[in-house]
Nanobody, 115 residues
Framework: QVQPVESGGGLVQAGGSLRLSCEAS????????MAWYRQAPGKQRELVAV???????NYAVSVKGRFTISRDNAKNTVYLQMNSLKREDTAVYYC?????????WGQGTQVTVSS
């Protein structure tokens, strides 16, 4: 199976911003709803944000108003702009389709928010 490739994570202070990118194959990306997920140590993977093929978006309550998901269909890439980061946003972030996971899970990108 094809794995998405996530990038853009890093170490940032609370209140800071990061922009994540995820490049997926056309067979996975096209016509599918794409999503960002995250998994913090000792916790289950959770859905963070989704964007449909038409550009409609939805967010977890915990990130609404701070995160923005978008996609570039020409580049088969989905983005996650994260502002006003909090320590509880620390996790490995992954992308995949939603609601069903059609791709293999990639390596993810680590986001660490320090106080």
């Amino acid at each position: 199976q094809v794995q998405p490739v996530e990038s853009g994570g890093g170490l940032v202070q609370a209140g800071g911003s990061l922009r994540l990118s995820c490049e997926a194959s056309g067979s996975i990306f096209s016509r599918n709803t794409m999503a960002w997920y995250r998994q913090a140590p000792g916790k289950q993977r959770e859905l963070v944000a989704v964007v449909t093929s038409g550009g409609s978006t939805n967010y977890a309550v915990s990130v609404k108003g701070r995160f923005t998901i978008s996609r570039d269909n020409a580049k088969n890439t989905v983005y996650l702009q994260m502002n006003s980061l909090k320590r509880e946003d620390t996790a490995v972030y992954y992308c995949n389709t939603a609601p069903n996971w059609l791709a293999s899970w990639g390596q993810g990108t680590q986001v660490t928010v320090s106080s």
